[in-house]
């Protein structure tokens, strides 16, 4: 068959038919080329999941500065990297002081409840979120690397007219050799008693990476 039957031929087919071709040309080569690239790449593994932004984003940026191939998942929360440099990543990201270990906030509601949603569920969502935002205020202070705070809210019972009171802990890692002074105490008790209703600041306990504990004003 030369050359002008074949154009005949084309052209017998008409511009519907020759575009719906090339379209299906241009996608099976599309995906030839996006098997080959999967291909050329090392298997990809769980680096760390469930990171709050600021967490993720720290990561990333010493992923990028140490030129390691990565993948986002879980709306940013989640980071892969290639299989066989997981173990490595995690020490030296560890001496880096990362993740800090934020916590879940608010935006935990932003996932949304479905109708199966009990109440304790909701209950201990909401306490979850608080907590949360209060360990991301608190690592903003000077010299505090990372924060958990622990919040225990008692539910009053049904015809009971006695309630336990609120209790909280803030358990506090500093950086390097610093250390939370009398006023970056007060601060923290403030916070957590003015975040948290029925709260008082006699009923939060304090305490360091190094053992070191606080309670209302003065060191135990």
């Not at 010493?62 to 990297?81: F, I, N």
């Not at 907590?131 to 225990?152: M, N």
């Not at 009971?160 to 950086?175: H, P, Y």
Request: hydrophobic letters at 45%; a positive charge; one cysteine or more.
């Amino acid at each position: 068959m030369n050359g002008g039957a074949v154009l005949a031929q084309l052209r017998a087919l008409g511009p519907l038919r020759l575009g719906a071709m090339g379209a299906v040309g241009a996608g099976v080569l599309g995906l030839l080329l996006w098997f080959a690239l999967r291909a050329g790449q090392p298997p990809m593994a769980l680096l760390y999941s469930e990171m709050d932004p600021r967490d993720a984003g720290a990561v990333v940026t010493s992923l990028e500065r140490q030129r390691v191939p990565y993948r986002l998942g879980g709306g940013g929360t989640t980071v892969m990297v290639p299989e066989e440099q997981v173990a490595r990543l995690r020490l030296a990201l560890a001496r880096e002081g990362l993740p800090a270990g934020g916590a879940v906030g608010w935006e935990i509601f932003d996932r949304g409840e479905s109708l199966t949603t009990t109440p304790f569920q909701q209950d201990v969502n909401r306490v979850r979120a608080m907590e949360g935002e209060l360990a991301r205020t608190i690592r903003g202070l000077s010299g505090v690397r990372s924060a958990r705070v622990h919040l225990v809210l008692p539910r009053r019972e049904a015809f009971s007219r006695q309630t336990a009171e609120a209790q909280a802990s803030v358990v506090l890692t500093m950086q390097g050799s610093q250390r939370l002074d009398r006023e970056g105490v007060q601060a923290v008790l403030h916070l957590v008693a003015t975040a948290v209703p029925g709260l008082k600041p006699s009923a939060i306990s304090i305490v360091d990476s190094r053992g070191n504990c606080w309670r209302v004003v003065g060191r135990r």
